[in-house]
């Protein structure tokens, strides 16, 4: 048989090292994984009340996020004083900053969600104070999954 009968006769997929044959398959060998972008939420609870608020968010809030697009990344308690009574840090990531509007209203307007908040502040308000910064990661950020 001829060379050339034989390269022929041969998948091109073969000839390939394995990962480039993959990234081949998916067409985005080198582009960076789309990340959206992220919000970080400070949440300054009333006082005494951070317990609660943590509460609230184990078992309701992050669910009715869930179901509104709003996808939690971490969250968090400060170490230190005198934050750590009184402050849960979280981050969400979004599609878009339109997305983060669009899915906020959802959630706003979830009847269940009104319930959980009205419920959850039967004894007075949970939370002081939000602040919401949105973030992008850089080009030299790892990226996250």
């Known amino acids: 048989m001829k060379r050339r009968t034989l390269l022929q006769a041969i998948p091109?997929?073969?000839l390939l090292p394995a990962s480039l044959w993959a990234a081949s398959r998916r067409g985005d060998d080198t582009a960076p994984a789309t990340t959206g972008v992220y919000e970080l939420r400070v949440y300054h609870a009333a006082a005494g009340?951070?317990?609660?608020?943590e509460s609230?968010?184990?078992d309701h809030t992050i669910k009715i996020f869930d179901r509104h697009g709003l996808k939690s990344v971490?969250?968090?308690?400060?170490?230190?004083d005198p934050d750590k009574?009184?402050?849960?840090?979280?981050?969400?990531q979004h599609p878009s900053r339109e997305a983060a509007a669009a899915n906020w209203k959802a959630f706003q307007d979830d009847?269940?969600?009104k319930s959980v908040h009205e419920k959850?502040?039967?004894n007075g308000k949970l939370v002081d104070k939000i602040d919401s910064t949105f973030l992008a990661l850089?080009?030299?950020s790892p990226r996250l999954r």
Request: charged share 25%; hydrophobic share 45%; net charge negative.
């Open 120 to 122: 959850s502040e039967a």
């Open 85 to 92: 009574s009184n402050t849960l840090i979280y981050i969400l």
């Open 74 to 80: 971490a969250y968090w308690t400060p170490l230190d």
């Open 138 to 140: 850089t080009d030299f």
């Open 49 to 53: 009340k951070l317990s609660d608020l």
């Open 12 to 14: 091109a997929a073969t």
């Open 56 to 58: 609230r968010f184990r």
């Open 111 to 113: 009847p269940e969600w």
